[in-house]
T-cell receptor, first 112, second 118 residues
Framework: SQQGEEDPQALSIQEGENATMNCSYKTSINNLQWYRQNSGRGLVHLILIRSNEREKHSGRLRVTLDTSKKSSSLLITASRAADTASYFCATATQGGSEKLVFGKGMKLTVNP | GAVVSQHPSRVICKSGTSVKIECRSLDFQATTMFWYRQFPKQSLMLMATSNEGSKATYEQGVEKDKFLINHASLTLSTLTVTSAHPEDSSFYIC??????????????FGPGTRLLVL
Protein backbone atom coordinates (compact mmCIF):
# COMPACT_ATOMS: atom_id res chain seq x y z
CA SER A 1 0.00 0.00 0.00
CA GLN A 2 1.01 3.59 -0.50
CA GLN A 3 2.57 5.66 2.27
CA GLY A 4 -0.20 7.41 4.13
CA GLU A 5 -3.10 5.50 2.71
CA GLU A 6 -6.52 6.10 4.18
CA ASP A 7 -9.15 3.47 4.64
CA PRO A 8 -12.01 3.58 3.75
CA GLN A 9 -11.77 5.72 0.61
CA ALA A 10 -15.30 7.01 1.00
CA LEU A 11 -17.71 7.03 3.90
CA SER A 12 -21.30 8.16 4.09
CA ILE A 13 -23.03 8.50 7.45
CA GLN A 14 -25.94 10.24 9.11
CA GLU A 15 -25.60 13.35 11.19
CA GLY A 16 -24.89 12.50 14.79
CA GLU A 17 -23.05 9.29 14.02
CA ASN A 18 -19.34 8.83 14.58
CA ALA A 19 -16.92 8.58 11.66
CA THR A 20 -13.68 6.65 11.84
CA MET A 21 -10.94 6.91 9.26
CA ASN A 22 -7.79 4.85 9.26
CA CYS A 23 -4.40 5.60 7.82
CA SER A 24 -1.47 3.28 7.26
CA TYR A 25 2.08 4.19 6.43
CA LYS A 26 5.33 2.43 5.69
CA THR A 27 8.35 4.29 7.01
CA SER A 28 9.36 5.50 10.46
CA ILE A 29 7.89 8.87 11.20
CA ASN A 30 8.44 11.97 13.32
CA ASN A 31 4.78 12.82 13.37
CA LEU A 32 1.51 12.20 11.61
CA GLN A 33 -0.96 14.91 10.76
CA TRP A 34 -4.57 14.98 9.68
CA TYR A 35 -5.96 17.58 7.32
CA ARG A 36 -9.39 18.28 5.89
CA GLN A 37 -10.18 19.72 2.49
CA ASN A 38 -13.48 21.06 1.34
CA SER A 39 -14.16 20.58 -2.35
CA GLY A 40 -11.85 22.71 -4.47
CA ARG A 41 -10.33 24.47 -1.48
CA GLY A 42 -7.08 24.42 0.43
CA LEU A 43 -6.23 22.20 3.34
CA VAL A 44 -7.03 22.88 6.95
CA HIS A 45 -4.76 21.41 9.59
CA LEU A 46 -6.73 19.41 12.13
CA ILE A 47 -4.32 17.71 14.46
CA LEU A 48 -0.71 16.57 14.78
CA ILE A 49 0.37 13.54 16.75
CA ARG A 50 4.03 12.87 17.42
CA SER A 51 5.65 9.46 17.17
CA ASN A 52 5.95 9.19 20.96
CA GLU A 53 2.27 9.93 21.50
CA ARG A 54 -0.50 7.35 21.36
CA GLU A 55 -3.65 9.42 21.51
CA LYS A 56 -4.66 13.01 21.14
CA HIS A 57 -7.93 14.89 21.39
CA SER A 58 -9.13 18.14 19.94
CA GLY A 59 -12.79 18.98 20.35
CA ARG A 60 -14.78 16.29 18.58
CA LEU A 61 -11.63 14.80 17.08
CA ARG A 62 -9.71 11.91 18.51
CA VAL A 63 -6.54 10.63 16.90
CA THR A 64 -4.66 7.50 17.78
CA LEU A 65 -1.26 6.37 16.62
CA ASP A 66 0.15 2.85 16.70
CA THR A 67 3.74 2.98 15.55
CA SER A 68 4.14 -0.78 15.87
CA LYS A 69 1.41 -1.26 13.28
CA LYS A 70 2.30 1.91 11.43
CA SER A 71 -1.27 3.09 11.53
CA SER A 72 -3.38 5.94 12.78
CA SER A 73 -7.07 6.58 13.12
CA LEU A 74 -9.14 9.73 13.14
CA LEU A 75 -12.45 9.63 14.95
CA ILE A 76 -14.99 12.39 14.51
CA THR A 77 -17.72 12.13 17.10
CA ALA A 78 -21.26 13.42 16.77
CA SER A 79 -20.74 14.28 13.13
CA ARG A 80 -22.39 17.27 11.49
CA ALA A 81 -23.26 18.01 7.90
CA ALA A 82 -20.49 20.63 7.96
CA ASP A 83 -17.96 17.84 8.52
CA THR A 84 -18.54 16.74 4.92
CA ALA A 85 -15.12 17.00 3.28
CA SER A 86 -12.10 15.01 2.22
CA TYR A 87 -9.71 14.01 4.96
CA PHE A 88 -6.02 13.31 4.45
CA CYS A 89 -3.36 11.92 6.68
CA ALA A 90 0.20 13.04 6.11
CA THR A 91 3.42 11.76 7.57
CA ALA A 92 6.65 13.56 8.32
CA THR A 93 9.43 11.01 8.14
CA GLN A 94 12.36 10.60 10.44
CA GLY A 95 15.70 11.86 9.33
CA GLY A 96 15.13 15.56 9.57
CA SER A 97 13.00 15.97 6.48
CA GLU A 98 10.27 18.57 6.86
CA LYS A 99 8.36 17.18 3.91
CA LEU A 100 4.93 15.68 4.27
CA VAL A 101 3.77 12.61 2.39
CA PHE A 102 0.03 12.65 1.91
CA GLY A 103 -2.31 9.72 1.73
CA LYS A 104 -4.89 9.32 -0.98
CA GLY A 105 -7.60 10.91 1.10
CA MET A 106 -11.03 9.86 2.21
CA LYS A 107 -14.28 11.47 1.22
CA LEU A 108 -16.67 11.80 4.16
CA THR A 109 -20.28 12.65 3.52
CA VAL A 110 -22.48 13.46 6.49
CA ASN A 111 -26.14 13.42 5.57
CA PRO A 112 -28.46 15.74 7.48
CA GLY B 1 -3.96 31.56 13.30
CA ALA B 2 -1.42 31.53 10.50
CA VAL B 3 -2.86 32.65 7.19
CA VAL B 4 -1.51 31.83 3.76
CA SER B 5 -2.89 33.41 0.62
CA GLN B 6 -2.53 32.49 -3.02
CA HIS B 7 -3.07 34.60 -6.09
CA PRO B 8 -4.73 34.14 -8.44
CA SER B 9 -7.38 31.73 -7.20
CA ARG B 10 -8.07 30.54 -10.72
CA VAL B 11 -6.54 31.17 -14.10
CA ILE B 12 -7.34 30.13 -17.63
CA CYS B 13 -4.64 30.51 -20.22
CA LYS B 14 -3.74 29.44 -23.72
CA SER B 15 -1.28 26.68 -24.36
CA GLY B 16 2.28 27.98 -24.56
CA THR B 17 1.88 30.88 -22.18
CA SER B 18 3.48 31.20 -18.76
CA VAL B 19 1.54 31.57 -15.56
CA LYS B 20 2.81 32.92 -12.26
CA ILE B 21 1.22 31.94 -8.95
CA GLU B 22 2.01 33.79 -5.75
CA CYS B 23 1.99 32.34 -2.26
CA ARG B 24 2.14 34.68 0.72
CA SER B 25 2.25 34.13 4.44
CA LEU B 26 0.22 37.03 5.76
CA ASP B 27 0.90 37.15 9.46
CA PHE B 28 4.07 35.18 9.97
CA GLN B 29 7.44 34.58 8.46
CA ALA B 30 8.02 31.26 6.80
CA THR B 31 11.51 30.08 6.07
CA THR B 32 10.16 27.17 4.09
CA MET B 33 7.33 27.01 1.61
CA PHE B 34 6.12 23.96 -0.26
CA TRP B 35 4.38 23.64 -3.61
CA TYR B 36 1.95 20.83 -4.29
CA ARG B 37 -0.12 19.75 -7.24
CA GLN B 38 -3.44 17.99 -6.92
CA PHE B 39 -5.29 16.35 -9.78
CA PRO B 40 -9.06 15.80 -9.50
CA LYS B 41 -10.04 13.33 -6.82
CA GLN B 42 -6.42 12.62 -6.04
CA SER B 43 -4.08 13.43 -3.23
CA LEU B 44 -1.52 16.20 -2.98
CA MET B 45 1.80 15.52 -4.62
CA LEU B 46 4.76 17.54 -3.45
CA MET B 47 6.48 19.33 -6.31
CA ALA B 48 9.21 21.27 -4.58
CA THR B 49 10.47 22.68 -1.32
CA SER B 50 11.38 26.34 -1.34
CA ASN B 51 13.67 27.99 1.17
CA GLU B 52 14.08 31.74 1.34
CA GLY B 53 17.18 32.94 -0.42
CA SER B 54 18.19 29.58 -1.86
CA LYS B 55 17.33 27.38 -4.78
CA ALA B 56 14.27 25.20 -4.54
CA THR B 57 14.57 21.46 -4.09
CA TYR B 58 12.46 19.61 -6.63
CA GLU B 59 10.91 16.20 -6.21
CA GLN B 60 11.80 13.44 -8.58
CA GLY B 61 10.01 13.76 -11.89
CA VAL B 62 9.29 17.49 -11.54
CA GLU B 63 10.95 19.57 -14.24
CA LYS B 64 12.73 22.51 -12.64
CA ASP B 65 12.91 24.40 -15.92
CA LYS B 66 9.18 24.11 -16.37
CA PHE B 67 8.14 24.95 -12.83
CA LEU B 68 10.24 27.91 -11.76
CA ILE B 69 10.18 28.72 -8.08
CA ASN B 70 11.39 31.93 -6.52
CA HIS B 71 11.40 32.52 -2.78
CA ALA B 72 12.46 36.12 -2.55
CA SER B 73 11.41 36.86 1.00
CA LEU B 74 10.19 35.20 4.17
CA THR B 75 6.60 35.92 3.19
CA LEU B 76 6.52 35.33 -0.55
CA SER B 77 7.17 32.44 -2.88
CA THR B 78 6.19 32.28 -6.53
CA LEU B 79 5.65 29.36 -8.87
CA THR B 80 5.83 30.03 -12.59
CA VAL B 81 4.50 27.40 -14.95
CA THR B 82 6.41 28.08 -18.13
CA SER B 83 5.02 27.24 -21.57
CA ALA B 84 1.95 25.70 -20.01
CA HIS B 85 0.20 22.82 -21.76
CA PRO B 86 -3.20 21.23 -21.14
CA GLU B 87 -1.61 18.45 -19.10
CA ASP B 88 -0.43 21.11 -16.64
CA SER B 89 -4.03 21.89 -15.79
CA SER B 90 -4.37 21.13 -12.11
CA PHE B 91 -4.94 22.55 -8.65
CA TYR B 92 -1.73 24.05 -7.28
CA ILE B 93 -1.47 24.50 -3.53
CA CYS B 94 1.28 26.10 -1.50
CA UNK B 95 2.01 25.76 2.17
CA UNK B 96 4.22 27.63 4.57
CA UNK B 97 5.98 26.18 7.53
CA UNK B 98 6.51 27.86 10.84
CA UNK B 99 9.62 27.05 12.79
CA UNK B 100 8.99 26.48 16.48
CA UNK B 101 12.04 26.03 18.63
CA UNK B 102 14.08 25.34 15.53
CA UNK B 103 11.75 22.57 14.40
CA UNK B 104 9.28 22.80 11.55
CA UNK B 105 6.07 20.91 12.03
CA UNK B 106 2.72 22.31 11.06
CA UNK B 107 2.29 23.46 7.50
CA UNK B 108 -0.32 26.10 6.80
CA PHE B 109 -1.91 25.78 3.41
CA GLY B 110 -3.06 28.37 0.95
CA PRO B 111 -6.51 28.14 -0.67
CA GLY B 112 -5.08 26.82 -3.91
CA THR B 113 -4.96 28.02 -7.51
CA ARG B 114 -6.98 26.31 -10.20
CA LEU B 115 -5.09 26.35 -13.50
CA LEU B 116 -6.81 25.49 -16.75
CA VAL B 117 -4.71 25.45 -19.89
CA LEU B 118 -6.66 25.45 -23.12
Amino acid sequence: SQQGEEDPQALSIQEGENATMNCSYKTSINNLQWYRQNSGRGLVHLILIRSNEREKHSGRLRVTLDTSKKSSSLLITASRAADTASYFCATATQGGSEKLVFGKGMKLTVNP
Amino acid sequence: GAVVSQHPSRVICKSGTSVKIECRSLDFQATTMFWYRQFPKQSLMLMATSNEGSKATYEQGVEKDKFLINHASLTLSTLTVTSAHPEDSSFYICSAQVLLGGRGETQYFGPGTRLLVL
